[in-house]
């Protein structure tokens, strides 16, 4: 039996948001629109009052700090300054994969960089073989770039049921993209190198690394200086400095609270519930700040800004040309135009999916990618998608009618990539389940999350013992937020019999005073066969746990209650309780309820319909790759 559609089944409770990385590719598709009506918004302020358009980015504004000053016209604060930003949200989300997600195993990283880099190489060349002379010439850059913040949003528009194993590898293509595109800005688009600038910048970079060793509470500011100095560095040297924003973030690491971290917040709070002063007040912000990793910190202070903000103004600054008819009847035959769309509507997914089937071929699979043939061309057509870097290299490459055509071959690109990429995925969601899911994602096999495995020797498992979905949490018999998710839990198991449900405890004795024992106190009700149903009696009364309410519920079981309060007073299960809680450490969970799912996190929304839906994924997977 399958899972039913998640839309048909009742909410029992809505946990986070969604994890880091979905609610990464939301924003993006969120300010997807926000940037294409951006876009018009350029093209009719342009088309309508040209002189004011260019009169009003060309406005030189100076920033003096001191005997430091710098003077730069709007759209090169937009596109060197404000673009740093957007850069650096890149870099940070990319580290994180690095940290975190499944880039972990650095040999998964082998394949999608390789292809990213063909994927500029190949449309570089394609754009040289149509512009082989001619002032079109040093714009070939303009030719290899994937525009990240609107990729990903006609990703999130073509693949909204597609897991999140697509959405990582094509991040990861992403970065090596724009990693190597600011590269190429900086050294092949650069007239002139200051080698006193280059240097302060290179001094200041070595310190941003260096500063990892800092406490939270030194670190930010002298953070903050240092990654300011690099991008006035090489503002300096005469490199674009847009390249300061991804140095900084690839230079940010991640990793999730730790349990000891998190309990010496706690007591910190506790401290100033009883005494609320200025003092406590400060301590306890500094210290629950700081449990957070600086990527997760910078990732949430400047995500929004850039997406709907940054990127929006950077395209109303830089997607305003003046379209008539002859530049529309030049560009049909411009070399500089013919070269940008078949560069990237024909090169990018030709260089990814190819590079993809010949490294799988020649390693005879022992590299191959992470996700299925549809996955990789899929991210192929959509890394087609160009605009940020390719409308920075342009300007930096061509002036005049040859800068309003590479533009219009831009903007005609992302069009085409786009409805490419839209009508791929649909096609592709058109195919029978199992064959869709073994396109989608391969027979590639994930890292594993949770340490240990189940086993059921040991583990507390309700459902059959063959299901083809093991779902685990670790949970807190104290935890509001578990007792929340215990209807969850039981309508799993309700409407799925190929599911398998484990307990695993994680008492937070630091914010729940009876967790600990109310864990003991279901493993000497197992003792008796009875762990299930004291598990269940504890989650609907965990406003009483004291221990005689424990008695009292065993009393209700029919337990041998003496020997019940022997084992409770013995404490004979502490060392059993502690063996989930060194696995809940080893498997990088700091907070209840944690769910995973045939052994890898779930990170998103821990309701019923989403779970579902995750369950569903696996069960498909699972049936997929067995055949």
């Not at 979905?22 to 040209?50: P, Y």
């Not at 990693?179 to 006193?196: C, G, N």
């Amino acid at each position: 039996m399958k899972p039913k559609d998640p839309g048909d089944l009742p909410m029992s409770m809505v946990g986070p948001a969604s994890s880091p990385l979905r609610a990464f590719l939301r924003t993006e598709a969120a300010s997807a629109a926000i940037l294409a009506g951006a876009i018009v918004l350029a093209l009719i302020w342009a088309n309508v009052a040209t002189d004011q358009y260019d009169a009003f980015w060309d406005w030189v504004l100076a920033v003096r700090i001191g005997p430091w000053s710098a003077e730069l016209d709007l759209r090169t604060w937009v596109n060197s300054g404000l673009m740093a930003l957007f850069f650096l949200v890149v870099g940070l989300e990319a580290r994180r994969e690095f940290d975190l997600g499944e880039l972990r195993e650095r040999r998964r990283m082998i394949l999608p960089v390789t292809a990213g880099l063909a994927g500029m190489v190949i449309p570089v060349l394609i754009y040289l073989a149509i512009n082989r002379s001619g002032s079109g010439v040093h714009g070939w850059g303009a030719a290899m770039s994937t525009d990240t913040a609107l990729a990903l949003g006609v990703f999130a528009v073509a693949g909204q049921h597609v897991p999140d194993r697509i959405r990582t590898f094509l991040l990861t293509v992403f970065v090596v993209d724009d990693v190597v595109a600011l590269l190429v800005i900086a050294v092949a688009y650069t007239s002139e190198i200051h080698l006193t600038g280059l240097l302060v910048a290179i001094a200041a970079y070595a310190g941003v690394l260096a500063s990892t060793r800092l406490g939270y509470r030194y670190r930010r500011p002298v953070f903050t200086l240092l990654a300011l100095v690099v991008w006035a560095g090489l503002l300096a040297s005469g490199i674009d400095p847009v390249v300061a924003g991804l140095a900084v973030g690839l230079a940010t690491s991640a990793y999730v609270p730790r349990r000891d971290a998190l309990e010496q917040a706690t007591t910190l709070v506790r401290l100033f519930r009883e005494q609320p002063t200025p003092e406590l007040v400060r301590s306890a912000t500094r210290e629950l700040t700081g449990t957070l990793s600086a990527n997760a910190r910078l990732q949430h202070a400047f995500h929004r800004l850039t997406s709907y903000v940054i990127v929006p103004l950077f395209a109303l600054a830089n997607a305003g040309i003046v379209i008539d008819a002859d530049l529309l009847k030049a560009a049909l035959t411009a070399p500089v135009t013919v070269g940008i769309v078949v560069a990237f509507v024909i090169g990018k997914p030709v260089a990814v999916a190819g590079t993809s089937w010949i490294l799988t071929r020649t390693t005879h699979g022992a590299v191959r990618p992470s996700v299925g043939w549809a996955g990789v061309l899929g991210s192929g057509m959509i890394s087609g998608v160009p605009f940020t870097v390719s409308f920075l290299i342009a300007d930096l490459a061509f002036t005049g009618p040859t800068l309003e055509e590479a533009k219009l071959g831009v903007l005609a690109a992302a069009i085409a990539a786009a409805v490419l990429s839209v009508s791929f995925y649909r096609l592709i969601g058109l195919l029978p389940v199992r064959t869709r899911t073994r396109a989608l994602l391969g027979t590639a096999t994930l890292p594993i999350d949770l340490a240990p495995p189940v086993d059921p020797s040991r583990d507390h498992i309700r459902g059959p013992a063959e299901a083809t979905v093991t779902v685990v949490e670790y949970g807190d018999f104290e935890c509001p937020w578990t007792q929340m998710a215990a209807p969850t839990a039981r309508e799993l198991l309700a409407e799925n019999n190929h599911i398998r449900y484990v307990w695993r405890h994680l008492p937070l004795p630091d914010v729940h005073p009876h967790a600990q024992l109310a864990a003991e106190a279901a493993e000497a009700a197992g003792r008796q066969g009875k762990f299930w149903q004291m598990h269940d009696l504890l989650l609907t009364n965990q406003q009483n746990l004291e221990l005689d309410d424990l008695l009292g519920y065993a009393a209700d079981l029919g337990l041998d209650v003496d020997r019940f309060r022997e084992d409770l007073v013995q404490h004979d299960h502490t060392t059993r309780v502690a063996q989930d809680v060194d696995s809940a450490d080893r498997s990088g969970v700091a907070g209840t309820p944690t769910f995973f799912i045939n052994d890898h996190r779930h990170d998103g929304p821990q309701d019923l319909p989403v779970l579902n839906q995750a369950i569903q994924l696996a069960y498909d997977e699972q049936l997929a790759t067995s055949t």
